[in-house]
């Protein structure tokens, strides 16, 4: 793997980092359930599911409303148990950290949309696949980081005899995930209206890029990612930590300020503005 030697400051301020990009994996979800009329829904139980089998049960209130926090990032079945009837109304939904993951249940426009004619029905699937498509990427992508970044703990403790095997695996593991977020990037940009997702996936493709020595790479990939979601404080602190890492200095700190500067930015700024002003105080 193409390796930079990299300053003793930065590979701590990348360091520091970490336990903020942990900490933005807990997922905040909220909702509302309408009934036949448009008009809010109280009193049904909700039941929120991961793919894993973890499960949140909870009650709207007299706004119809409902809230879950404590989740984790991924794929979730959000079921409705409605009166008189046996089986629960259930949606699929994607939920990410740092994000607005809102669930809008309303059975007036469901209905509506259960009398769609075959062309809208047919475009109705063809949306479900390209996103069931865009997930397996995601995951198969994140995967291969997860991977690559335990073998990069292996690595500290390898004898001289073991880090080449290693050293080889992490590289490429963080290929396979270029290779599968770029394509969920692709799928993603399907639907323009996804934005926050997408700009997850980009940066998570800077991540793939930056810990692969495809530094420009990296740099657009998280432009991008701020031109979509220009809230997220993390996208600009990541892109200065690439910035540090190419020996740009100058435009790392500029491009952390910018960051701080923010007065709307979203739910984990405090934690994540304290480790900007760290990661400035150690650029040169």
């Not at 509506?112 to 109705?124: D, L, M, V, Y």
Request: overall charge positive.
């Amino acid at each position: 793997m193409i390796r930079r030697l990299i300053p003793a400051w930065i590979v701590l301020a990348i360091a520091l980092l970490l336990p903020t990009i942990a900490a933005a994996q807990d997922v905040r979800v909220t909702g509302q359930v309408m009934d036949r009329d448009g008009k809010p829904w109280a009193g049904l139980t909700v039941v929120i599911k991961s793919d894993s089998g973890r499960s949140f049960t909870l009650k709207t209130d007299n706004q119809g409303k409902f809230s879950q926090i404590g989740l984790t990032p991924g794929l979730y079945s959000v079921s409705v148990d409605l009166p008189g009837q046996q089986q629960p109304y259930t949606e699929k939904h994607q939920f990410s950290s740092g994000g607005d993951n809102n669930v809008t249940i309303n059975f007036k426009a469901i209905l509506a949309q259960q009398g769609a004619n075959p062309e809208q029905k047919k475009k109705q699937q063809e949306a479900a696949n390209q996103f069931k498509n865009m997930k397996a990427h995601v995951d198969a992508g994140v995967a291969a980081l997860t991977s690559a970044e335990d073998v990069r703990k292996q690595l500290k403790t390898a004898s001289a005899d073991q880090k080449s095997a290693l050293e080889g695996q992490m590289k490429a593991d963080y290929q396979t995930a270029v290779t599968e977020l770029q394509q969920a990037e692709q799928a993603s940009a399907a639907n323009p209206k996804d934005t926050k997702n997408h700009a997850i996936i980009l940066s998570d493709l800077g991540v793939a890029y930056s810990n692969s020595g495809q530094y420009d790479q990296a740099v657009s990939s998280y432009q991008k990612a701020i031109e979509l979601n220009p809230n997220r404080l993390m996208h600009y602190i990541e892109l200065g930590v690439v910035f540090a890492r190419m020996g740009r200095p100058e435009d790392a700190r500029a491009c952390i300020n910018k960051g701080l500067a923010m007065q709307n930015t979203e739910k984990d700024d405090p934690e994540t503005k304290r480790q900007g002003k760290e990661l400035l105080a150690k650029l040169p």
